[in-house]
């Protein structure tokens, strides 16, 4: 019986789900973006860092969609995957990834887990910031327009052309590990008083790609960085630190603070370049929504990692990370994932399950979480694939 009221509750959830992105479509225009470009961090890394750093994430990483590990930081798909499905384009192919004939016509990703708006220091855990990132697409745009010009057309098939990069749709996601690694030097005065810094940083890159002709932006905010499962661990032990879901109060402080200014930088970008469309994305709101109503949704555990070490009530320790395997006091312990990780909003610690990703992009696509909210100006096209 236990069984068959949990699936009922899926399929419930999926109908609404669904719902709520058919209403998003009945209720906007359509607008067909030929390609998209993201930038950002591990939240929307689809294999940069791997191919960049020359490294394997191993199982249980990418078990539940792609039955292999995708150099995804999840054990499926991610919002972004999500979010192209929804545009009826194909998964966007890493930059760095030159193996299984990548195909960059439709978009790129230059996303970077690990990556910081600020740049890279040599004790970044990424070397690809935000800047690097930019700068990445401009080599990328200049050589895809050099090759379309060679004799022959032999490569309109696999890069985009030069109008795409006008019509096309840049997404970004970043900013998390800079007010998340400031936590480890700072206090949580001197990380408020960082961002700025960290915003006219981000802001200088839009306008570096302002200039070279990108006209949709699409930015998303930071989520809640105090119930991520490591920062928890490592700043929650004093449970006055926490507040009533658990999460760690300082740093979705510092959240909410950065989304106020990055809201405000968004307003400001919008005036100074009227001729674009710059649309800011609570994800803040989506995930703390989620992980304090989690069990309405379907979810059993709101914080705790479903592939880690340690049990609950986080199941994360810093020493040993998921899918590895290694020897603490003397003993063998392997970071294991759970039996069913659809029951889990947090998948590694750090990241989010392919299942809470979902509910998350189902979220994004009402269009109520947006400035602006889906209207005849938003620029989406909204396809279903039931």
Known sequence: MMGNSKNNMVIIIHIVVLFSICLAVANSVEFNFPAVFNLGDSNSDTGELSVGLGFQLVLPYGQNYFKTPSGRACDGRLIVDFLMDALDLPFLNAYLDSLGLPNFKKGCNFAAAGSTILPATASSICPFSFGIQVSQFLRFKARALELLAAKGRKFDKYVPSEDIFEKGLYMFDIGQNDLAGAFYSKTLDQVLASIPTILLEFETGIKRLY?????????????????????????????????????????????????????????????????????????????????????????????????????????????????????????????????????????DGIHYTETANQYAASQILTGKYSDPPFSDKMPFLLKLKI
Not at 280 to 293: E, H, P, R
Request: proline share 5%; with cysteine; hydrophobic share 30%.
């Open 211 to 347: 200039d070279e002709g990108a006209r949709h932006f699409w930015i998303h905010n930071t989520g809640p960085l105090g119930c991520l499962p490591q920062n928890v661990a490592k700043f929650g032990t004093d449970p006055s630190k926490l507040d009533e879901q658990g999460c760690v109060s300082a740093h979705n402080q510092a959240a909410k603070t950065f989304n106020l200014q990055l809201h405000s930088l968004c307003s400001k970008l919008q005036g100074q370049y009227p001729d674009s469309n710059v649309t800011y994305v609570d994800i803040f709101t989506i995930k703390s929504n989620l992980i304090a109503n989690y069990s309405r949704y379907g979810f059993e555990q709101p914080i705790m990692a479903c592939c880690g070490y340690g049990g609950p009530p986080l199941n994360y320790d810093s020493r040993v990370t998921c899918g590895n395997t290694k020897i603490l006091n003397g003993t063998t312990v392997t970071a294991k994932g759970c039996n069913d990780s659809s029951e889990y909003i947090n998948w």
